[in-house]
């Protein structure tokens, strides 16, 4: 017996109406079964039986309307989450663009964490650069930002502050330079904080930085339609700079659509490098 709720079409017409008019996101560029699951379980969870009754409960329950965001958006991640993937980072793709920058007399490195949740991803990349960057002597400069569709995710990103469990998985050589006890938590050293800006960005929305070495956008573009996947590679490709990489997450891949704009450099970690030329020019 079925003891979930059941979404219509109609139903999910009227949930992306109401999403839309809050939150100006577009859900029609989501993956609909999955969200569509993830939605009858939470009307199930909150004892709803039909999408009338969800709103209903969202009207006398407004702190609702930020679960439902969460629900939709999903926000799992961890420092140096996928070990395999920051240790190719670390021994070969890092060194590599450090060395490039540095020998084409270039001054900065700018980085991307595009869909960072709360900030986790975006600073294992600050931790490992900024560690790459004094092991190399080069003097470049690191610019790393991070983007999430949620307000919630970035300002907790931004206070930098973690349980001593969330930051087990940072490594041992890394993390005294990186963290500050503060009580029973740890705070990203200021150092670091001062080299990582994250604001509030939706990724269907033209992309706020150009001239990037290195756009990381994992475990995001899995939740997105073939459509809404495609207008955000053009977007990458546009704020990458000429030769600049793409990492997507373990089990996701560019589609054919993309392949005149980027080439696989390294399958394993799912790295991509922007093929022909943007109009960006540096300066
Ligand atoms: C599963 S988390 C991935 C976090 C991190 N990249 C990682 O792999 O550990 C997905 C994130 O994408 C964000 N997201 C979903 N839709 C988005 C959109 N349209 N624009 C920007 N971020 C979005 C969510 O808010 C969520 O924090």
Sequence with gaps: MNLEPTITEPDMRELAWFVHSRFGVNLSMYRST???????????????????????????????IEKLMDIITIHVTGFFRDKDVFSNLERT???????????????????????????????????????????????????????????????????????????????????????????????????IRKKVRFIVHNLFSPPPFSMLDLIVCRNVLIHFEPDGR?????????????????????????????????ELVHPRSKIYRKTGESNVKED
């Design 230 to 262: 495609g207008r955000i590679n053009k977007y990458f490709h546009e704020s990458l700079r000429d030769g600049g990489l793409l990492m997507l997450g373990k089990s996701e891949a560019l589609g054919s659509d993309a392949l005149d704009m980027f």
């Design 93 to 191: 793709v890092l060194p590599a663009m450090i060395s490039a920058r540095a020998e084409s007399h270039q001054n900065s490195i700018r980085v991307w964490s595009a869909g960072c949740s709360t900030g986790e991803e975006t600073y294992s990349l600050a931790i490992l650069l900024n560690h790459l960057i004094q092991r190399s002597g080069s003097g470049l400069v690191m610019e790393v930002f991070g983007t999430d569709l949620s307000e919630e995710s970035c300002k907790t990103a931004r206070s930098g502050l973690y349980s001593a469990e969330k930051i087990e998985e940072v490594p041992s050589q890394m993390k005294s330079d990186a963290f500050e006890p503060e009580g029973s938590l740890y705070r990203i050293s200021a150092g």
């Design 34 to 64: 999955c969200m569509r699951r993830r939605i009858m379980h939470r009307l199930n969870m909150v004892g709803c039986d039909s999408i009338e009754e969800y709103f209903m409960f969202i009207g006398s329950n407004p702190e609702e």
